[in-house]
Structure formats: structure tokens, C-alpha cells
T-cell receptor, first 109, second 116 residues
């Protein structure tokens, strides 16, 4: 099912950058790389997505390896509100989302 | 703009009873999805509506689950009769474009279903 591999958990200090890695060695040419996160007691929330080039938005940056077999979600300055489970997901166009286990990010004050 | 809303936020029912969950997508969103997370497991896809038509119901666990989206607006998910293993959090999501484009899904807060 889930075609991505992420660390189970990570810790970061508040106000420091966070780099969340994701491996997707079997990615196909038509797969987009999406990141969602789920804050405690909330539904999942879209963060960012990309195909080949690095992407930036107000929430985060997405760095995609040249061979597309891995990517990194970058939170430039983590706050306590960024503590969540982050999911790296491959999607082919407007397809259903297949969630894996994600990475639980802990932010230390 | 109002987000995706779900009702109720929490439901506690006995095994064998019927429960109906409701999802109101963002106005104008043609795509509507249902997902659920049962205890200790990952979030799993249940089904996908495009307007009032079922596009993909491959994730529906069995025929005790019935989803409808009459008129292409809100959707209901009925569980009849409920079993203990149906306990979990049911999420609804919507997205604005017809199938074939890449777009984010907007999720509701979920309905926590507890079957005792």
C-alpha cells in the first residue's frame, strides 16, 4: 500500500529548522509527492506537494532529489504548533490518499 | 469560507445498532472522500464520490457500510449493524476540481465512533 518510508519519530527544538526525510525508491514518473500533517485531535491537513522541482509555500519547503527517490520536508522555524504526525504520500493526480505511519514530530520548548 | 464539517463529533452506540455519520464538504467541491482510522492502525481510504456518483468504493470494508451523496452535496455514511471493530475515527475530505487534476484534499475534524 504505502510506498514511502519515513522515520517513526523525530525531535526538534523550537525555533530551529526541521528536516523530515522520506524515501520513495519505487516512485513512478506520474507520482506527485505530497505531504500532509495531522495535529492532535484534528483531521489531516495539506502541507505541500511537488513533482520534480523544489517547492516553497507559506508553510514549508519541499526538496526533491534529482532521481526523485527521496524528498525532504523543511519547516524553516518550528513552533510548538508544528508538533504533529507528518505523512509523505505519493499520489497520481487526483487520486485517493494512501496514508502510511508517518513521522511523529516532537517540538521541544 | 467554511471548511469541511462532520456530524456528530462523537458517537457511542451498542453493537448491533445503526449509526449515520454526516459530512458537509466545502461548497462547490465535486470530490468527496471518506477515510477512517481504527485503533492503532493507519488512516485508510473508504470511498470517493464525484458529485453524486461513486467513483471508487474499493476501500469499503463490507456491506454493513452504506455511503450516499444525494444531490451531490452532503454525504452520509451509515453503519448497520455496527460491530466492535468499526470503532475508530471517520474522516471526510473534499477537493474542488473534477478528477484528473492534482489538488489538495481538505479534511474535516472527524467523527469518533465508539461501539460498545
Amino acid at each position: 500500500d504505502a510506498k514511502t518510508t519515513q522515520p517513526n519519530s523525530m525531535e526538534s527544538n523550537e525555533e530551529e529548522p526541521v528536516h523530515l526525510p522520506c524515501n520513495h525508491s519505487t516512485i513512478s514518473g506520474t507520482d506527485y509527492i505530497h505531504w500532509y500533517r495531522q495535529l492532535p485531535s484534528q483531521g489531516p491537513e495539506y502541507v505541500i506537494h511537488g513533482l520534480t522541482s523544489n517547492v516553497n509555500n507559506r508553510m514549508a519547503s519541499l526538496a526533491i532529489a534529482e532521481d526523485r527517490k527521496s524528498s525532504t520536508l523543511i519547516l524553516h522555524r518550528a513552533t510548538l504548533r508544528d508538533a504533529a504526525v507528518y505523512y509523505c504520500i505519493l499520489r497520481e493526480r487526483d487520486d485517493k490518499i494512501i496514508f502510511g505511519k508517518g513521522t511523529r514530530l516532537h517540538i521541544l520548548p | 469560507e467554511a471548511g469541511v464539517t462532520q456530524f456528530p463529533s462523537h458517537s457511542v452506540i451498542e453493537k448491533g445498532q445503526t449509526v449515520t455519520l454526516r459530512c458537509d464538504p466545502i461548497s462547490g467541491h465535486d470530490n468527496l472522500y471518506w477515510y477512517r482510522r481504527v485503533m492503532g492502525k493507519e488512516i485508510k481510504f473508504l470511498l470517493h464520490f464525484v458529485k453524486e456518483s461513486k467513483q471508487d468504493e474499493s476501500g469499503m470494508p463490507n456491506n454493513r457500510f452504506l455511503a450516499e451523496r444525494t444531490g451531490g452535496t452532503y454525504s452520509t455514511l451509515k453503519v448497520q449493524p455496527a460491530e466492535l471493530e468499526d470503532s475508530g475515527v471517520y474522516f471526510c475530505a473534499s477537493s474542488p476540481f473534477p478528477s484528473g487534476t492534482v489538488y489538495e484534499q481538505y479534511f474535516g475534524p472527524g467523527t469518533r465512533l465508539t461501539v460498545t
